[in-house]
């Protein structure tokens, strides 16, 4: 089945409303479809952002002693009507009441059918962790993760997040599986993992984005959970279009960077870089350790040799005073902007700061400043053991830019060399997305992921709201579980898709807008697109990773068989590299 286009024209939002009324505008565009599907996860409570531990075992035993507790006090049976009050998800009132019954309903599943051209959809109906659960949350020792809920269509239809093209997440979750330990849980965001693989989307042939979706049951798993993938491409653009580049590194020379040869990863980032740009692009250097100074003044590719000379100089010592090199590179970077040309920072670091302002609000004051006038921000993480992933997150979003993280030099390639147009070139600002789906058709809905992207409804009518920059021949891939009602029918639709974003040129701002249909959706996995289940695979092993409550069920091992097939038929080394990964990850005890 072949992928569907939802909507490919871009407009400005005024256009947009103008095109709308005449009925021109928002229609879909239904070629066939693909498809995909989701490993089974209980439903959960009517929120998001539950906070869960890895450890459930712990949560599971201090759970029976809070319930012999309980029961010595004689409160058993008041206690227990009173979590399955709180805890129960919000089936609409036709579910069995089976399934709203607590944690020991959680993963049980109460199906319908659906007749869609030969298909049968089915719908799931859960309950999540009682509030005993959430009290052993309370009493466990490990890294606390956001994990999305599940929510009641009938209570909230609308999903609004800021697109994210970061995918740092995924480097730093293979270095600590390379070093024999897996990842903390708050390392890994399943977004980032999806979404440092190529996608089976085509570019749009006339505008900005072009939107697609499709969907299926999972399978392998659980056939009746369903899962929706809705994937954003931005418009190419030749290296012969592109205007010519204004870069300003700013390089941790610290002596934090002398371990793990944390600045020879970035040295060698560098030549590649710089081996791939123009002669007509001009690249500056500043350096900092306990100060900062200029290393290298503007100098156009033109000269690289003395270029790469510069920086096989850098050496390291001294304390990390990133709020000095960050100061000082954003300075030059002012001082020689040119409103015709690609002005970025590049800042690369293991985000160690101990000197200066270390509080990572402080450091990004100024950043979000210069992000408005035209300067963006690709943020470098290197490093193992000692590394602040969190600072470096944080400047790449005040600086309206990309957070990648770089372990080898092969990454350097793929970020310098085949990804270089969409790292130097933005298509969009502040890009971001809202799913209306229609309550007559889903009954409930999560997203897997984006935990931090996440913004209110009336932000995403708010130009001011800052959301996500995508870079020319940029995907941005969004899965969702969906329970279907019963009864629904490959005509109903699923929803709407919106997004919205500012013209980088202009300044102006655009909408563009489609209908998903119910027959997006496949009748089962073995038909969806390869990457479809490449996709579904790939979140099922983040979701297992980092401990989400969603996927305590799944087994490891069919996930990684699922992961094996699909990377033999896509026979990528990406695939192979990534379900070498999770085997290790297994053999380390996951």
């Known amino acids: 089945m072949q992928l569907t286009l939802v909507h490919e024209l871009g407009h400005n939002t005024e256009g947009y409303e103008r095109l709308t009324a005449t009925g021109t505008a928002g229609a879909s565009m239904n070629v066939s479809q693909c498809a995909k599907a989701r490993p089974e996860w209980p439903v959960g409570p009517n929120h998001r952002g539950t906070t869960v531990k890895k450890n459930l075992i712990q949560m599971l035993a201090v759970l029976a002693a809070l319930l012999l507790v309980l029961a010595a006090c004689g409160d058993s049976d008041d206690s227990a009507d009173s979590t399955s009050e709180t805890t129960e998800i919000g089936p609409p009132d036709d579910r069995d009441s089976e399934s709203r019954s607590g944690r020991s309903e959680a993963t049980s599943r109460n199906t319908t059918s659906t007749a869609a051209s030969g298909s049968t959809l089915t719908t799931i109906a859960t309950a999540d962790t009682t509030e005993a659960a959430d009290t052993a949350d309370e009493a466990a020792s490990e890294v606390e993760v956001e994990v999305g809920d599940f929510e009641r269509t009938s209570r909230d239809s609308t999903s609004t997040f800021g697109l994210d093209v970061d995918t740092a997440s995924l480097s730093i979750t293979r270095q600590w599986i390379d070093s024999g330990q897996l990842p903390p849980a708050d390392m890994v965001r399943v977004e980032e993992f999806v979404n440092s693989f190529d996608q089976d989307y085509d570019a749009p042939s006339r505008d900005t984005f072009a939107i697609y979706a499709d969907g299926a049951p999972h399978d392998l798993i659980d056939d009746n959970t369903i899962v929706l993938r809705i994937g ?23 002596g934090s960077m002398e371990s793990d040869h944390k600045l020879d990863i970035v040295k060698d980032s560098l030549h590649v870089l710089i081996d791939n740009l123009d002669r007509d692009d001009r690249i500056a250097i500043v350096v900092y350790d306990d100060r900062a100074w200029v290393h290298l003044d503007p100098t156009f590719v033109d000269d690289e040799e003395t270029i790469h000379d510069a920086i096989d100089d850098l050496t390291t010592g001294g304390s990390t005073n990133a709020e000095a090199g960050l100061r000082l590179g954003y300075e030059l970077a002012r001082d020689t902007f040119d409103e015709g040309l690609i002005n970025q920072v590049v800042f690369a670091s293991d985000g160690v700061a101990n000197v200066g302002e270390t509080d990572p609000d402080g450091i990004l004051a100024e950043i979000s400043e210069d992000a408005g006038r035209g300067i963006q921000m690709l943020a470098i993480g290197v490093g193992f053991g000692q ?49 209306d789906f229609d309550a007559e058709v889903v009954r409930s809905w999560r997203l897997i992921g984006f935990e931090n992207r996440e ?7 708010n130009e001011g709201t800052d959301a996500g920059e995508i870079g020319a021949g940029h995907s941005v891939t969004a899965l969702y579980e969906v329970d279907l009602v019963r009864g629904a029918d490959d005509r109903d639709e699923l929803g709407t898709v919106t997004l919205r974003w500012i013209d980088p040129d202009t300044l102006d701002s655009h909408e563009l807008k489609g209908v998903v249909r119910v027959d997006v959706l496949s009748e089962r996995l073995g038909s969806a697109s390869t990457h479809l289940r490449w996709d579904i695979a790939v979140a099922t092993a983040a979701e297992l990773l980092r401990g989400s409550p969603w996927a305590d069920h799944v087994s490891p091992r069919e ?32």
């Open 559 to 590: 996930v990684l068989d699922e992961l094996d097939a699909v990377a033999n038929d896509l026979d990528s080394d990406a695939a192979y590299d990534f379900s070498d990964m999770f085997a290790e990850a297994i053999d380390l005890g996951l």
């Open 387 to 435: 590394f602040n992933d969190d600072l470096l997150e944080h400047i790449a979003d005040a600086g309206n830019g990309k957070y990648a993280y770089i372990d080898t030099v092969e990454e350097a390639r793929r970020l310098f060399d085949d990804q270089l147009l969409s790292t130097l070139v933005t298509v969009a600002l502040d890009a971001k997305i809202q799913v």
């Open 232 to 254: 954003i491409k931005g418009e190419e653009v030749s290296a012969r279009r592109r205007a010519d580049a204004n870069l300003t590194f700013v390089i941790d020379v610290s």
């Open 455 to 461: 913004m209110s409804d009336r932000e995403f009518d």
